[in-house]
């Protein structure tokens, strides 16, 4: 083992050359994914005043956000629908709206850049007056019934030109059915990327706010998001979703579960990504604010952290921020 003083480490910490030469990991826009929120009454952004910096899109705004996504070099966008209170119901029925807002939006991001993918989050709490991701009977959520809704959801995606398949909702089994399902219907080359390993967590409050949701929330979701407690039932779940036939798997919260990210890329070797959620991003901001952390430092730096835990991309609000740091 090197010892000092014929070993310095600080000798390869000197300047900014050494630095930059010895540097194990490097954020680049390839390794980002953007989070957009959008909105039916965008008019044609609104603030979410809990996520300062991020804005609510009109379809025409989402669109622009698709070629602002190409510019910067940002490889994907994966969008989160806030509909208006008066279209959800129970049953979550437009969720697979094949005229609603999240159709309309992938086909205007299609069109503006096509080079950009599309990702569509697979779960109904967007829909649901309720604002669980699945079917509530009885304060239940049923697992089965929910999948089929999901189902038709995910082919209404596909149809209208969506990517990528993000299932977010944490039933059991819905990898399987999902790639049945898109396979029957002639989307073999539509991607899935699950939510495998998705806690049950207080990050999400903002989210919540910014797709309208939370006020309505009854209970919480521990019945089908995972115990923040657990290590070995993340690798089950992604161990089940990649058997289903997941293409990318996904951890989330981010920060906080570094530890489950290593392990899942370590274990799996699959292309492993990481979401670095709504309160992950108002904490930074909320900081910053205040004057009491430099907001974009930290935001580097949190995104770096996730490559140095072995995630090959981060979905983040801070994505176009980032970049635009990056590219000085
Ligand atoms: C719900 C969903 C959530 C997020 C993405 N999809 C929240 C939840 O499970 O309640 C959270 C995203 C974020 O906090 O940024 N299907």
Not at 66 to 72: H, K, M, S
Not at 81 to 99: H, M, V
Not at 187 to 213: Q, T
Not at 297 to 307: D, T
Request: proline share 6%.
């Amino acid at each position: 083992m090197a010892s000092y003083p014929s070993t310095r480490l600080r000798r390869l910490r000197a300047n900014d050359w050494i630095r930059r030469l010895v540097r194990e990991n490097t954020l680049t826009p390839a390794d980002l994914i953007w989070t957009v929120i959008v909105s039916d009454r965008a008019d044609p952004t609104e603030p979410v005043p809990s996520m300062p910096g991020v804005e609510r899109l009109s379809v025409a705004e989402a669109a622009k956000s698709a070629v602002r996504a190409r510019d910067l070099g940002i490889p994907a966008i994966a969008i989160f629908p806030n509909i208006d209170p008066s279209l959800k119901d129970e049953e979550g029925s437009r969720a697979d709206d094949p005229a609603g807002l999240v159709a309309q939006c992938i086909k205007a991001m299609k069109d503006a850049a096509p080079e950009v993918g599309i990702i569509c989050d697979v779960a109904l709490d967007p829909f649901t007056n309720h604002g669980h991701d699945g079917v509530l009977e009885n304060g239940q959520i049923l697992n089965d019934p929910t999948i089929d809704r999901l189902v038709d959801q995910a082919l209404m995606q596909a149809e209208a030109g969506c990517d990528v398949i993000a299932p977010s909702d944490m039933m059991d089994g819905r990898v399987g059915a999902l790639r049945a399902a898109l396979d029957d219907e002639g989307f073999e080359n539509v991607l899935i990327l699950s939510y495998a390993a998705k806690y049950a967590s207080a990050f999400y409050g903002p989210y919540r706010d910014a797709i309208g949701s939370s006020a309505a929330l009854q209970g919480d979701k521990k019945t089908y998001q995972m115990d923040p407690a657990n290590t070995d039932e993340a690798l089950r779940e992604v161990a089940m979703d990649i058997e289903e036939g997941a293409d990318m798997v996904m951890v989330k919260p981010g920060l906080p579960y570094l530890d489950i990210v290593a392990r899942v890329k370590a274990e799996f070797e699959m292309p492993t990504y990481a979401f670095q959620v709504s309160g992950e991003y108002a904490m930074i901001k909320a900081a910053d604010a205040n004057g009491w952390i430099d907001g974009e430092r930290a935001m580097m730096e949190s995104l770096l952290a996730f490559k140095r835990a072995g995630a090959d991309g981060i979905l983040s609000y801070f994505a176009p921020f980032a970049v635009e740091k990056l590219n000085g």
